[in-house]
């Protein structure tokens, strides 16, 4: 078990033939000899039960295919943080050399070392490392204590994801090196965090971006934790199932971006109560199912006092399926850009380009769209366009170009909160411009053509009904036909 005793596996992460698990049992299951490590795996299609075995339960599985036993000698329990550095950074492209030997003094002796230039080289390349990437390559822990600071002083950017890290403690004894670290990528490490434990506070002093997607932390962890994160701006919690339990007050009041992303549980009572993060300046939503929100302290026309720095918001792939969102929306003081593609709102229609408009008129301050910027002259046609298309709709509400008897009742308004401030913007919609256009039916279409032989006043006048659009056509036509044959009746049929 790679000089891993039996009695401290319980809880350690482990990689077997490319799969991650951790270990929940070690020792004996009868009738079969031998030491078995009883496994949950992070995918349950790899496993076999839920930790039961003829009748015997050894270890509980949240999943009940999610069980395995695995002989010990199949485990690999992972390398340290130095060992995983030292086995992709150094001297990885370089040919050897030939190895010197040269004369040190140690005390007032002199010592012969053979290889002393190839440690200096691997000293010198590690010193010099400040962006490391280490995914999936099996670190579980931090290894000696203070030979990180040693060999790596500079390092300002690792990303660990998918590797065995177990705990928040074995994630701050590496960090506790690196005095320097602004980004930190953890994603898909099942790190525990006992609730007894204080908050390490000044761990991360100067963490600017936390990434802890698909890692199974909870809100609770993220609050407890957020306090050794005194300069954090960025923080992905991507898949986590994460319910937001309590608001934030003493913590995370530097984070200008958060990656809610699909998380399933989040509705928007949830959301209100990370509402007043001071600097949160971008939200990232997409693929939480949320299909509703409403901004109680904002009437029709008003800002919403929640969200106050929020610029940009990502709505993808969730059950936006009303209006009447898009018009909450224009009651964020702040909100410049959006994205809201693959909802029902914006792919049920037909007509993609009027959806867009229609989102750009009811958001007065929008200034991007689905990743488009919106020009002038774009919004002044949205803004027209919107405003006629509902104008029947106003007048029919109560409004009126008198703006003294222009009074569209509560429904309308509440449905179009925007519409009585584009009136004041262009002017009320005239009767011309809302005159409502025939269906396109083909007795609506058709063009009444009356033929008559002018050398023949006993003759009645013929008519005949052709599309409309056949008009130029059937003219010239006739014109041919009268030019060789003025005079003489000719077929029409």
Request: glycine fraction near 6%; proline fraction near 6%.
């Amino acid at each position: 078990m790679n000089s891993t005793s039996t009695s401290d596996v319980i809880g350690r992460r482990v990689e077997v033939n490319g799969e991650h698990a951790t270990v929940r049992f070690s020792g004996l299951v009868p009738p079969v000899a031998g030491l078995w490590l009883g496994v949950e795996w992070d995918n349950p299609e790899r496993g076999k039960h839920d930790g039961s075995h003829e009748g015997t339960v050894y270890f509980k599985c949240r999943h009940p295919t999610a069980g395995s036993f695995i002989r010990p000698h199949k485990v690999n329990f992972g390398v340290d943080f130095l060992t995983a550095i030292k086995n992709r950074y150094v001297l990885e492209d370089e040919p050897k050399e030939e190895e010197t030997e040269q004369i040190v003094i140690i005390g007032n002796k002199p010592v012969e070392t053979i290889g002393f230039d190839s440690v200096i080289k691997q000293q010198s390349q590690l010193s010099k490392l400040q962006d490391v990437s280490l995914r999936n390559c099996a670190v579980n822990g931090a290894g000696d204590k203070g030979e990180i600071a040693k060999a790596c002083p500079n390092i300002r950017s690792i990303d660990l994801s998918k590797n065995l890290l177990s705990s928040w403690e074995e994630v701050i004894d590496i960090a506790d090196q690196l005095k320097h670290l602004e980004v930190l990528n953890l994603s898909e490490n099942k790190l525990t965090s006992p609730s007894s434990s204080p908050s390490p506070t000044g761990t991360f002093p100067t963490l600017k971006v936390l990434v802890l997607n698909r890692t199974g932390v909870t809100w609770a962890e993220v609050l407890r934790c957020a306090s050794g994160w005194p300069v954090l701006e960025k923080l992905y919690l991507e898949s986590n199932n994460i319910i937001i339990s309590e608001r934030p007050t003493d913590v995370l009041q530097t984070v200008k971006l958060l990656d809610l992303s699909s998380n399933q549980l989040i509705d928007e009572n949830q959301l209100f109560l990370i509402a007043y993060l001071p600097r949160l300046e971008q939200l990232i939503l997409s693929d939480i199912g949320i299909s509703s929100i409403h901004f109680p302290d904002a009437g029709i026309g008003c800002k919403t006092s929640m969200f106050p720095s929020l610029q940009y918001l990502v709505l993808n792939d969730n059950q936006i399926a009303q209006w009447s969102f898009m018009n909450e929306l224009d009651k964020l003081q702040s909100l410049h850009a959006l994205s809201c593609t693959r909802n029902p709102l914006t792919e049920g229609s037909k007509d993609a380009q009027t959806t867009r408009q229609f989102i750009i008129a009811r958001i007065g301050q929008l200034r991007t769209l689905n990743k488009c910027a919106i020009e002038p002259e774009e919004r002044r046609g949205a803004e027209l366009d919107y405003r006629k298309a509902f104008g029947n709709e106003w007048k029919k509400a109560g409004g009126h170009q008198d703006p003294e008897k222009n009074r569209p009742n509560e429904e309308f308004l509440a449905a179009h909160p925007r519409y009585q401030a584009l009136c004041l913007k262009y002017g009320a919609p005239e009767d011309g411009e809302l005159k409502t256009q025939q269906p396109f039916l083909l007795k609506n279409q058709l063009l009444t053509l009356k033929i008559k032989y002018p050398n023949q006043h006993d003759q009645k006048v013929i008519e005949k009904q052709l599309p409309v659009n056949l008009q130029e056509r059937s003219g010239m036509l006739l014109l041919g036909l009268c030019s060789s044959n003025w005079g003489r009746p000719f077929p029409l049929e």
